[in-house]
């Protein structure tokens, strides 16, 4: 594995192993690599036995999900048209309740995201997330699908795989408080005022910054929902709500003991005006997204949904220092990798 | 020396400039000595053409000046640096984005980035280069790229000063151009440095309303026609035809958003916003700061150096002086552009609010006349006279400068009335 020359930030701090066989033979990797079949596994069984049905989720399309935070599509020559890899789910999410009112998928995802994200322990170029979305459903209703969820995997996988835990030297008394009290929430105007009282500066109008994540996940003994996130911070898919304009009515959840975020979530936009003008303040050319528009011109079912980041809820889970380790072929934003 | 030409702008005055440097301020020598000089009556409908700068006979900041040097104030005292749009600037004056027409050649485009670079200005790349030239990498062979005219900028510039502005179009957003630059190693040296910006392009001086235009070959036209649109203007038979981006829609809540999701998305990139001179200016300037840009740029209709229509070229838009006047001074970053290629117009726009002054069409033609220092002595000349005109004002640095130094005092024939709510950013 070789670093490009230009990614300093990456000095000091845990790299994979230059050789592939040296990661994946290590004992932390399979470890690691077992606990994440049995979060698999969970996951699916706890979403099938809820109704949910299994998607499998398209890597290519002629538009993708137009992210956030400054991270970059890949482009692919389809036969001489400009193709992306999917840097999530989410247009396919929403289409596919047109097949099945409730479905989930395990869909990989692709991201240049910006070189200094690589010394954030947490962003990986490539990665997966455990997708669900679910027709009709409000926020309340998909944060509680989302909450038994992230209690079921780590509730298996506690009793299921106690040696692995014991392996890696992660104390699975600090899920105690995941696995019996509801999780806690807060707005995010409070988190940023509770992140300016605290010194860190954090613009009211935006993401809540890596760093400001990290601080209030550090002050929590339980995952955590933060809502209600400003519309200059997301995509248009995000929906905002009538009530409080300029406000969407979506979520992150963070984990505690300085992991930070571990998936969003949000109700959906499926109202074409609503989009269409949405696509515009975030800056998209609607053109581009011909196929989607049309469909929800023709009418798409009102949603809810999110995308639980595997390799961050491994970490979290693991107590690992970085997302990578939860990963069998890591790539590192910048890093030349296998 | 090529074949450009510009229309309706004193070009042989920027070529002798780009020849004689500093000595172009004034008349030739030649005739010191033997003729008589005086002011000659100004003939222009250019409301900036129609200011005079009106230096006063009590001086308070001169002695704040004399008490500082001990020695009388002179107009090299003037210090001239300048932050713009958070960038710094040796002088309150910045390259502006050429666009992708292809009057201004490759090698003049890179001349004029080298030696903006080595002056330690600022300098914007313009909107539509990656979707019509490529970015740079990845096998594009052609030195006209984005990255191509980074790396000559910043194989010249100083540590600490200048960086490059980034413009993104509607079609340029489908390339991510900003996205691109964002996480591409090559642009790191200037986003680790605080250099990098990115410009929300809004509109353009010369064609206010539309979207940026080109006349392509058919050759070319095919690559590109899934991003633009391409009318047959020239006829179906003619081996050209035009390509029209899209201007983009914008209402107050796009605007405001738009430049929120930037600040978001790109936390270490400064945000800079362009307007067409448009009748709201002064509600957009207004939007653009509230929203948290960092500098907000007014094209007056002077203004562009791209292909236009004949009808917008002479007939739409407000010229710049009335734009200034209706945005009124502010605190914020202001920074205009039109026509800008001397010093009294410059002096002018800064007594109006603006911040700096942006050099394209005279940027071209300098390096036009002079590859190697055309642009570098047009600025000599250019800081010559803005040290003379505001040291005559009794100021010494541009921020000083304010509505008291012009005649007839500064009145926007639709003034903007400011929401009591409204934040004003510092």
Known sequence: MTTTADAPTTRGLLLPPADPREHLTSPTTRTVLRLQQQMLAAAREYLTGAGFAEMMPPVIGPVTDPGGRGSKQVDVDFYGHKYKLMTSAILYKQASLLAFPKIFCIAPNVRLEPLETASTSRHLAEFHQIDVEMAGASRDQITAVLEELVRHIVSRVVTGLPEAFEALGRDTSVFTALLEQAFGRRTHAEAVAELIGLGHPQNPDAEIDWEGEALLSARSAQPFFVTDYPKGSRGFYDRESAQDPGVLRNFDLLAPEGYGELCSGSEREYDYTRIVTRMRETGENPAKYGWYLKLVREGIPASAGFGIGVERFTRYLAGLDSAWQANAFPKLPGVVSP | MSGLRTRGFPEQAVRERARLGAAAAFPADAHYGHTLFGAEPVRSDDPLDQLRITPPVFMPQRLEKLIELGREPLHTDVALDTVIGGLRSTLPLYLSAFGSTRAAGTDQVLAASRQAGRLGLPMV?????????????????????????????????????????????????????????????????????????????????????????????RAAAARVDEQYALDEVFGPDADRVLRCSSPGTFTEEILRQQIRLMRNNYPRAKVWVKLHPGRDVALAADIAWTAGADSVTVDGAEGGTGWAPVATLAHAGLPLGECLARIGPRADCLLASGRFWEGSRVV????????????????????????????????????????????????????ALGPEDVWPSPVAATPFHRLPEVVHHG
């Open chain 2, 348 to 399: 002018k726009s800064l007594a109006l609010g603006a911040t700096a002054a942006g050099l394209g069409r005279a940027a071209l033609l300098a390096t036009d006349e002079d590859p190697e220092t055309g642009l570098t002595r047009l600025v000599e000349c250019l800081a010559l006279e803005l040290r003379l005109l505001i040291s005559s004002l009794g100021k010494y640095t541009p921020a």
């Open chain 2, 125 to 217: 790349i313009g909107e539509n280069i990656v979707p019509m030239t490529g970015y740079g990498r990845g096998g594009e062979r052609t030195r006209r790229t984005a990255l191509g005219r980074i790396t000559a900028y910043l194989d010249e510039l100083p540590d600490g000063l200048g960086g490059v502005a980034v413009q993104q179009s509607t079609e340029d957003a489908d390339a991510e151009v900003w996205n691109l630059v964002y996480s591409d190693p090559a642009a790191r040296p200037l986003l680790e440095s605080g250099r990098l910006a990115f410009e929300l392009k809004v509109g353009q001086g010369a064609k206010p309303g539309l979207g940026g235009m080109t006349v392509l070959d």
